[in-house]
Structure formats: structure tokens, C-alpha cells
């Protein structure tokens, strides 16, 4: 037995906050939540997979725009023309009263709003179960799983459905369960659906999140896809596939050492194109580590965005990647200075912060006693450490 487990598909999500974007990347990237779920029915259709199970929200939104809900029927009728079934469930972002006359085609198999089980048989007349229910609401917020059944004898194989997440102290608002009661049921595979990030919470047997096959945000960052799970000596084997067509990066890169605006964009389109892999598009959040190495005025130019604008501008789909976002961070500790700078640093010190040095600099305010007492009870040491420190940060004057 052969069959995906997906979910989460969210179909036109609205990627908001990426306004600065050029029409043709933006097309892309809304576009995104739809191609991903083709190459889902494509794997299937390569894969001959028995059946394609679906863990709710299949939309993003419960009323589904038309293109959504056209774009998800032709898929479906692609997979009907491979003679696969599908079985859905709605989450709690497309939650709906689940009718029989239901608006799909034939192939496709929708858990009602109770929990019951679905029954095929395949080709190899291995009988499969399935358990699950669709969202009638936005919360869930009663014990679902125990009205799970246990696992049924007459079949081969047992899958249960689950749209929801892992009980905690507070807000359960999404079928709170344990992993201990998935467990218990003695099903051969659980399909979770809700977290977008796919992970395995239990291997024997199999409980798993399937993930969103698109991320939607920053913070879904990484490959996303979903399982293939196959049979194999009598257990259910999920293989995590990529189907993500954008991917959220988070790249982190320490400030070059140049002077010039056109040295400072190729060292950092040069550090970037070497991370983000090759067959990728990736949406790069760009980490600068150490950005007061640079000249003031480089970082003047990364700090008000106008880096940012001017690589957005030259940037191009086919490069793989874009930045949509710069973070500068400074060094957290103080670095070191090479061999021979620290050795004029300590020269030029040591002429430089002596009492009579800086009474001689102030000797126009020592006319007022207050100010020369003030000046004469400095110590030079001192003020060498805080001009050390002045250095380090780059602090310069707002109107350079
Ligand atoms: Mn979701």
C-alpha cells in the first residue's frame, strides 16, 4: 500500500506584507499555495499511490474564493482520471456542515462532522479503514478522540484523520489530544493536520504532521511538503517530499570588510546565492552580523533600508532568491583588533590619555574652578576605555 498524506494546503493564502515586491514575484508567490498542491497530485499520479488523504484546510478561508474552489476540483479530477481516491476532512479554517450533496467529483471521500470510518478495499484487496471528522465550527473544544473507535479487525490497515493539536494547560481550542490516547486506539497510522510544521510526534505507530506544502510566513520557514507513506513488512513508512514552490529562509551572514556601497551588494548577493540551494526559491530574511565593522556611512545606508530598495531593485526572479528583509546586528562582544592595529592603538593611547594631554585639549574651560577641579580628577585610564568603547560602536553624529 501506497498513499500521501497532505493537508493544511490553504489555498489562496494572501501573503501579506510583501508590498515592495515586482508584480511578477508577487504573482509567483500567490500562486505558490496552488502549485505546491499540483505537485502533489503530479507525485500521486507518478507514484500511483492508492489514495491521497487530506487533513483539513484545504482552504485558507472558510468562504473559499471561486478560483480556490475551481483550482481544488480540477486536481481532485485529475487524480479520479488516475483512479485514486481522495478522502478530506475540513479544519478550522474551512469548517463547514459537511452535506451529501457535496459539490466534488466522485472520487473524493468527505468525513462528516461526527467521527466515523471510511472503508475501501485496493487493488491487492487489502481492506483499509479510515477514521476522522470534518470542523463544523471554528473550535473544537470537546474530547473528539474518544470518539474514535478502536481498531477494527476486518481491515488491514487502520488510519486515523485528526485536524487538531496536543492538549496543554490552556486554549484547546483544536480537538485537544495526547499522544498516549492516538496511541491507545492501535491505529497503524495517524495523519495529523493543523501545525504547519511536519514532524513525527510518534514513530511506532507513525503519528504525524504532515505540514503545510507551503509555507505561508516568515516564520514557516524551511522545506515544507508532505509524507509518502508506503507498507512495509506489515508498518505504514512516512517519507517526508518537498512540494514547497517558495521557500522562507533565514540566512545570517557576518558584514564584509569593504568601503564601497557596490563592494558591500556583491559580497552580500555573493554570500547569498552560496547558501540558498540550487532548484530553490527562497525568500531570505538576511541576518548582517557585525555591521560596525563597516563604514559609517555603509551603515547609515543598511540601517534606513536604502540597501535593502536597491537590491530588491536589481534582483530577479531567475536569481533564486530575493531579500525581502535586512537585520543588522552589531557583535555582541567586543572584537579584537588585528596584531598590528592594537599595537598603534596602545602607542597612540598612551600619548594621548595623559592628564596633561586633556588639561592642555580643555584649557579654555579650566578658567571656571569647577570645571578644571572636574577635569584634573579624571582618570585617563578610564576615558581610554570609553573611547574605546565610542570606536568600537561607530557611534557617529546623526548629520555627517
Ligand atoms: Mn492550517
Given at each position: ?6 493537508g ?14 515586482p ?40 468562504r473559499?474564493?471561486?478560483?480556490a ?17 481522495v ?20 472520487n ?17 484487496h ?25 481498531r477494527?479487525?476486518?481491515?488491514n ?23 498516549a ?41 524551511g ?41 558591500l551588494e ?43 530598495a ?47 594631554e586633556?588639561?592642555g ?9 569647577f570645571?578644571?577641579?572636574y ?26
Amino acid at each position: 500500500m501506497k498513499f500521501i498524506h497532505t493537508g493544511d494546503l490553504h489555498l489562496d493564502s494572501p501573503f501579506r506584507g510583501l508590498l515592495t515586491m515586482p508584480p511578477a514575484l508577487w504573482k509567483k508567490i500567490h500562486a505558490a499555495t496552488f502549485a505546491a498542491f499540483k505537485k502533489i497530485v503530479d507525485d500521486a499520479i507518478t507514484e500511483q499511490v492508492d489514495f491521497v488523504l487530506i487533513v483539513g484546510d484545504v482552504y485558507d478561508r472558510e468562504r473559499q474564493s471561486i478560483a480556490a474552489k475551481e483550482f481544488f476540483t480540477t486536481q481532485c479530477q485529475r487524480l479520479a482520471a488516475n483512479q485514486i481516491p481522495v478522502y478530506l476532512l475540513y479544519g478550522n479554517h474551512d469548517y463547514q456542515l459537511v452535506s451529501a450533496g457535496e459539490d466534488l467529483p466522485t472520487n473524493v471521500h468527505v468525513l462528516g462532522n461526527q467521527v466515523s470510518t471510511l472503508r475501501l478495499e485496493l487493488a491487492n484487496h487489502e481492506r483499509v479503514a479510515i477514521s476522522g471528522f470534518s470542523y463544523d465550527q471554528r473550535w473544537i473544544e470537546e474530547d473528539v478522540v474518544a470518539r474514535y473507535p478502536q481498531r477494527q479487525d476486518d481491515a488491514n490497515w487502520h488510519i486515523g484523520m485528526l485536524h487538531g493539536a496536543v492538549k496543554e494547560q490552556r486554549e484547546n481550542h483544536y480537538a485537544p489530544f495526547t499522544t498516549a490516547e492516538l496511541v491507545a486506539k492501535k491505529y497503524d497510522y495517524w495523519a495529523l493536520g493543523h501545525i504547519h510544521k511536519h514532524q513525527l510526534l510518534n514513530e511506532k505507530p507513525p503519528i504525524v504532521y504532515c505540514g503545510d506544502p507551503q509555507g505561508r510566513h516568515q516564520n514557516e520557514d524551511g522545506q515544507h511538503g508532505y509524507y509518502l507513506v508506503e507498507s512495509q513488512q506489515g508498518k505504514l513508512v512516512p517519507t517526508f517530499k518537498p512540494a514547497g514552490q517558495v521557500l522562507w529562509q533565514k540566512l545570517t551572514i557576518t558584514a564584509p570588510k569593504v568601503v564601497k556601497l557596490n563592494e558591500l551588494e556583491e559580497a552580500i548577493v555573493a554570500a547569498v546565492a552560496k547558501q540558498v540551494s540550487p532548484g530553490d526559491f527562497a525568500l531570505v530574511a538576511l541576518t548582517i552580523n557585525g555591521v560596525d565593522h563597516l563604514p559609517a556611512r555603509l551603515r547609515h545606508l543598511l540601517a534606513n533600508g536604502d540597501v535593502l530598495a536597491h537590491l530588491q531593485k536589481r534582483l530577479l526572479i531567475n536569481d533564486g532568491w530575493w531579500i525581502f528583509q535586512i537585520i543588522n546586528k552589531t557583535m555582541p562582544n567586543m572584537p579584537t583588533m588585528t596584531d598590528l592595529d592594537q599595537r598603534y592603538w596602545q602607542e597612540a593611547a598612551a600619548n594621548v590619555f595623559t592628564t596633561n594631554e586633556l588639561l592642555g585639549l580643555s584649557s579654555s574651560l579650566t578658567g571656571e574652578n569647577f570645571l578644571a577641579t572636574y577635569l584634573a580628577s579624571l582618570d585617563p585610564a578610564d576615558m581610554k576605555r570609553q573611547v574605546l568603547q565610542l570606536l568600537e560602536q561607530g557611534e557617529v553624529p546623526d548629520d555627517y
